[in-house]
Structure formats: structure tokens, C-alpha cells
């Protein structure tokens, strides 16, 4: 029995995200499949973020335990074949120790989330960045990002059904920059609540808009309450881009 460490990429438009459900397709069910098509074994993949629907990833982490012999290549390039036509690659493969997992040994993830702000409606990135037509000052926005660095009750930024046992967590990176017309948020934390990325975003943006001071976000967080905060960013703007061990 080998275990092996992928890292893939995906367009979660198509899917009800990376775990499987009974409603959809997800990420895990066309990975599982495909090995199952490569080598007859009935695996279960385990990632290191169970990523919403709709969102993507650049950079997901995933292990399987496999009990033919194979090489690290060989599971890569097979695994790829039989997931077409789903928007799904494994960028790499690599065999790993019995004792790596891809969620519990996971140090740090980060995720990016793009904001492409015109008036004009997107065409090529539509379904991978929020289209926003308002002018957006993403230099308030940088500033304002700064007071959700550290380590804070996130509950005003947690889904209402997030099932983390405490909403304390340590937020390392949130940067704001922006490059013509898009917007890119990075967020850096050895883990996340659910939502959070994009309810910082959602917030974010009323900054960005002038409508929320710097203050007003530090008394969201303060409040620890979700109505305090801002709404919920669309999720095809949110990439899981990394994940450190």
C-alpha cells in the first residue's frame, strides 16, 4: 500500500464542490472515479480544504492510499486520462509517508480571490472573478484588511452553519492589491472558517465602495456577531491557491 500526495486544479463552476454530496457532482467523486477507472480500487480521497461550490483551486492538496505498485507519474498521468472531460487536472503526484495527511498535517493554506472591477460584464472570466461595477478604492481596502490580521474571534466573518469547533483562528496575510482593472485579495491561515475568506471580502467591498470606514470593520469584528458584518462574496471569485506542510 503506497500513499500518494496529489496536488490538483479545478473549475469548481460545475461542481457542489469538493466533498461528495447526494445533490451534484463534486471534485471528490470524479478524482475517486477516476482512480477507480485507473486501478479498480474503491479509494477515498482526502483534501486539505473542502472547497464550496462554484469555487477553484490552483493549488488543492489531496491524498489517497493505493495498493497496486505504481509510481508516482503513472497515478498522475492515469488519474488525469480518465477524469476527462471534467475540468479537473492533477498537476502532481508524489509518494508520501503512511503518516502525511493532506488536511491534519497541513501548516498554512492560502486562497486568492478576485474582484474584476469595470462597468463592462465579464466574458472570459466569467465564472472565475466577481464582476463589481462601482469604483473601488483598493488602497481603503488594504488599510481596512489590516485590522483582520492576527488572531481574533472571527464569528461576525463565520457561516452560520460552520461547523468549526471554536471561531477563534490566527489570520497571517490579508492583502489588497490591485492591477488595472482587477482586485485581488490574499488571505493567508493555517485554516479557515467556513465563508470566511469571502465574508472578509464581502466586507472588504463596502470599504472599497466608501460606504464602511476602517472603524465600521473593526466594530463588525468587535461585534462577533454575522449580521455585522458584510454579505457573503460570490464564490467563483475564490481560489484555493496553496497549501504548506
Known amino acids: 500500500m503506497t500513499r500518494f500526495k496529489l496536488t490538483l ?3 469548481g463552476g460545475g461542481f457542489v464542490g469538493w466533498q461528495r454530496q447526494e445533490n451534484g457532482p463534486s471534485v471528490q467523486q470524479a478524482v475517486e472515479e477516476a482512480v477507480r477507472a485507473f486501478c479498480g480500487e474503491t479509494v477515498t480521497v482526502h483534501a486539505a480544504g473542502r472547497t464550496d461550490a462554484g469555487v477553484h483551486a490552483l493549488g488543492q492538496v489531496a491524498h489517497l492510499d493505493i495498493a497496486r505498485e505504481t509510481t508516482a ?3 498522475r498521468d492515469a488519474v488525469n486520462f480518465h477524469l476527462k472531460p471534467a475540468p479537473v487536472a492533477v498537476v502532481r503526484a508524489e509518494a508520501v509517508g503512511p503518516d502525511f495527511h493532506a488536511r491534519f498535517s497541513a501548516t498554512a493554506r492560502a486562497y486568492l480571490y478576485r474582484i474584476v472591477n469595470r462597468r ?3 466574458a472570459l472570466d466569467r465564472g472565475r472573478a466577481w464582476a463589481v461595477q462601482p469604483p473601488l478604492d483598493a488602497v481603503a481596502m488594504q488599510a481596512a484588511a489590516q485590522i483582520l490580521v492576527g488572531r481574533h ?3 461576525s466573518f463565520r457561516a452560520t452553519l460552520c461547523q468549526a469547533k471554536s471561531p477563534v483562528k490566527t489570520l497571517d ?3 489588497v492589491t490591485r492591477a488595472g482593472e482587477e482586485i485581488r485579495i490574499t488571505a493567508r491561515a493555517r485554516s ?3 465563508h470566511q475568506v469571502r465574508n472578509m471580502v464581502g466586507t472588504l467591498k463596502l470599504v472599497g465602495e466608501g460606504k464602511w470606514s476602517a472603524a465600521e470593520v473593526s466594530k463588525a469584528l468587535a461585534a462577533r456577531d454575522r449580521t455585522a458584518a458584510g454579505p457573503t462574496a460570490p464564490a467563483d471569485g475564490l481560489y484555493l491557491t496553496d497549501v504548506w506542510y
Open 9 to 11: 486544479e479545478y473549475d
Open 73 to 75: 507519474d503513472t497515478v
Open 120 to 122: 463592462a460584464p465579464l
Open 153 to 155: 474571534d472571527f464569528t
Open 173 to 175: 496575510l490579508l492583502e
Open 192 to 194: 479557515f472558517l467556513h
